[in-house]
């Protein structure tokens, strides 16, 4: 019933920006948060960031700080991570999330999009 649709990944060189979108798409959906995992084969799936649309709070990974900023329309259950000076070690694939509810519904529940590759290398 919930699907979460990734957009811009890419290759991009050191230095380089990204920007990824996640939108949610369904009837009356209502989310609470999203945000974005990564996965690498030298790493386990690690929190990258995320929004809480509830006073806007936004967390970062530590790795990404200062580089990378999400941001979105909580009434489009739209999100979108600006990536900015890109690391080799930014490589990954990510897996936006969302913690989301029907309109008539009182419990949300969290759906996986089905992952954007980026990749940093010159």
């Known amino acids: 019933q919930v699907q979460l649709v990734e957009s811009g990944g890419g290759l991009v060189q050191p230095g380089g920006s990204l920007r990824l979108a996640c939108t949610a798409s369904g009837r009356s959906l209502i989310s609470y948060a999203m945000g974005w995992f990564r996965q690498s084969p030298e790493k386990a799936r690690e929190f990258v960031a995320g929004?809480?649309?509830?006073?806007?709070?936004?967390r970062y990974a530590d790795s990404v700080k200062g580089r990378f900023t999400i941001s979105g329309d909580d009434a489009r259950n739209t999100v979108y991570l600006q990536m900015n000076s890109l690391k080799p070690e930014d490589t990954a694939v990510y897996y936006c999330?969302?913690?989301?509810?029907?309109?008539?519904?009182?419990?949300?529940?969290?759906?996986w999009g089905q992952g954007t590759q980026v990749t940093v290398s010159s």
């Open positions: 929004i809480i649309w509830s006073g806007g709070t936004t």
């Open positions: 999330y969302g913690l989301i509810r029907g309109r008539f519904r009182y419990n949300y529940e969290a759906y």
